[in-house]
């Protein structure tokens, strides 16, 4: 493995060739990344790809089994979690219960011996960022989840680390919570600058809220790259499948189709469902007829699942703009053609 | 008229009454525990109570079954039983510090550090010595404790010798037996208490002792004392220990005994059994502000 030892000086967080092995497995299997200074930055990933690992690593809770960890430029990779100017939101936020909420949001600056006087002060300024004012007093226990996730963010913002670890931060909160949360981090993050990491394996999560994405599978880093090119430019097809569905064009159907070998992928909102099989194309586009095999109505769009007769299967997204629920059930069954634009196809280059 | 009958058998019908009456439910639930708990326990504790006022015919033996405040003024006159009481209570003290020095690092490793595997391994070794027998252990510990025992043979390359047969013996041998019951609630203890806390105290910046202070041990407290109610009160009744390996020393437990028996006053053994039981209902009052009676 060539790795480059000395690292990028200027980013938050640099690793070079990390490894760690529990037992006989390894968690993660030699990973270099560059987390630049002030970049909302997500491990995306499904559960046991090692982003966890990875996050825990930096944080100090793991120590690598090879490689190095990096923050700001100095070698952090056999100091402990105390020693590291970074700080934690953990998923189960980890408040101390028997602390009142003012109490464990002045916690790390008691343990730094921060004066009283500018501990509270401090303490109360974060509470007001997650707009959590008047409860101080109380107990996490009397907290709903949103709540405790927002003490949680000021217990780890207070301490002004140069990095924010958030593992799988809006895990336990549930959707509508989740989507305000995810709006919140980030006007967070822009309002005071620092570095956030977190970790996730909701990927409608990771491109809403990310300036970068790292995708992980099997210990490994598969991708990085903005939200975008992630979506729409995936590298290979575990990308393509995670990050969105994979719908994918290889083998046969991609010389009949496309005329051309390999494995390719389009999209499913870029796809156009046509029940007039012999209506005319515009040049620019690439078209495959198929049976449908499954409509799902889902209120603002209907996803269709199409058989292709050159084989395989893609699914496509059409807006309800005119059609209703009667409407797009009827084609079940029905005979359709998928129409697409040649820019919209990309080709799958990674391992298979 | 026709009733509600359940079709079936008598045993459907009597299960349907059953579902049908909660009360003859709960009471055929708790008769036979309610049952014993009255007559079996409070009813000795009464008849304690009662006996403790009685006194004995000092010519015949017999006991004069006449209310009479003599016992207690005995015990409260004569400074033999004050030092006799204080001495128990140290005891039962000492032999409770050492157990949760000993139990904490133990069920430390047990919860936080050792593979679920060895786990099990663990709470079954902690586990074993409470099913071999009192006295085996107990003389097991006079073996050891005698002159020409395991640990004088150990302590005299280093200048020492068995400290013998007395209090300090009593009180290691009563740590001994009652460590379990440290272990077992303070493991429990840690086991509720999430790694992520333990992680998050290091990510402040807190190192070992400020998170062990902080963190581990306010949560663990409540555990601890419910450990401490068992070796307080396990040592503080203690009457055959002290006899096996504690020479001529005499703990609360040997006078009741040797009341019942050799002396054949069975009030005053009484009167002397009540100590024993007012400290512990004081201990436990003081214990129930900590929260620890919910972790029992």
Do not use: C
């Not at chain 1, 700001?72 to 936020?93: E, H, I, K, S």
């Amino acid at each position: 493995m060539t790795t480059d030892v000395s690292g990028d000086v200027s980013a938050a967080v640099s690793l070079r060739g990390v490894r760690k092995v529990f037992g006989e497995v390894a968690a993660v299997d030699g990973v270099d990344l560059d987390v630049r200074d002030g970049e909302f930055f997500a491990m995306l990933g499904p559960s046991g790809s090692g982003k966890t690992t990875v996050l825990r690593m930096i944080a100090g809770f793991e120590t690598p089994t090879e490689g190095s960890v990096r923050l700001g430029g100095r070698d952090v990779t056999g100091l402990a979690p105390f020693d590291r100017d970074v700080n934690t939101v953990f998923q189960d936020y980890a408040l101390f219960p028997h602390m009142n909420v003012l109490a464990n949001v002045e916690y790390g600056l008691k343990v730094k011996k921060v004066p009283a006087k500018e501990r509270r002060e401090r303490a109360l300024q974060a509470l007001r960022t997650v707009r959590l004012e008047g409860y101080d007093k109380r107990k996490p226990g009397q907290l709903s989840g949103g709540q405790r996730q927002r003490v949680a963010l000021a217990r780890a913002l207070v301490n002004r680390p140069k990095v924010l670890l958030l593992d799988e931060p809006l895990g336990a909160l549930d959707l509508k919570l989740r989507e305000e949360m995810q709006v919140e981090l980030k006007a967070i993050q822009r309002q005071i600058g620092i570095t956030f990491l977190f970790v996730t394996h909701d990927q409608e999560e990771a491109l809403t809220m990310s300036d970068r994405i790292a995708v992980f599978n099997a210990g490994r880093i598969e991708q990085v790259g903005t939200p975008a090119e992630v979506y729409e430019r995936p590298a290979s097809p575990f990308v393509a499948g995670f990050v969105g569905t994979s719908n994918l064009i290889e083998g046969q159907a991609a010389l009949d189709i496309l005329g051309r070998e390999g494995v390719y992928s389009v999209r499913p909102e870029k796809l156009r469902v046509d029940t007039r099989l012999d209506a005319e194309l515009p040049r620019d586009e690439n078209s495959a007829t198929g049976t449908v095999a499954e409509v799902v109505y889902a209120g603002a769009a209907t996803r269709f699942v199409v058989d292709l007769d050159a084989g395989g299967r893609l699914v496509a997204v059409q807006q309800n703009l005119q059609a209703s629920s009667m409407d797009v059930l009827k084609l079940r069954d029905a005979r359709v053609r998928l129409a697409w634009r040649r820019e919209h196809e990309f080709s799958i280059t990674g391992p298979m | 008229m026709t009733s509600v009958t359940s079709p079936g058998g008598p045993v459907r019908r009597f299960a349907g009454l059953l579902h049908r009456r909660p009360s003859i439910r709960l009471a055929g639930l708790l008769s036979i525990p309610l049952l014993w708990l009255v007559v079996a326990y409070l009813g000795s504790l009464a008849a304690l109570f009662v006996t403790a006022f009685w006194t004995t015919n000092e010519f015949t033996g017999d006991v004069v079954k006449v209310f009479d405040l003599g016992n207690f003024q005995d015990l409260v006159n004569e400074s033999v039983y004050r030092t006799i009481t204080l001495r128990s209570v140290g005891v039962a003290i000492a032999v409770t510090v050492i157990d949760s020095l000993v139990a904490f690092p133990m069920a430390f490793y047990m919860a936080k550090i050792a593979s679920p595997r060895a786990q099990r391994w663990l709470v079954i070794a902690v586990l074993t010595p409470l099913w071999a027998g009192y006295l085996v252990k107990a003389y097991a510990w006079r073996v050891m404790f005698s002159g020409s025992g395991v640990l004088d043979w150990f302590l005299r390359p280093v200048g020492g010798h068995a400290p013998g047969y007395g209090l300090l013996a009593t009180t290691i041998t009563l740590a001994y037996l009652w460590l379990p019951y440290m272990i077992l609630p303070i493991y429990a203890g840690l086991e509720r208490l999430p790694n992520s806390l333990i992680d998050a105290a290091g990510d402040l910046g807190a190192r070992s002792f400020r998170t062990f202070r902080t963190v581990v041990w306010p949560t663990v407290f409540p555990a601890a004392v419910a450990g401490s109610i068992f070796t307080f009160s396990l040592s503080l009744g203690d009457y055959i220990a002290v006899r096996i390996v504690g020479g001529r020393s005499q703990l609360i437990g040997n006078v009741v005994y040797d009341n019942v028996g050799t002396a054949n006053n069975l009030p005053f053994a009484a009167a002397v059994a009540t100590i024993p039981v007012a400290i512990m209902v004081i201990y436990l009052l003081a214990v129930r502000r900590t929260g620890a009676l919910e972790n029992l």
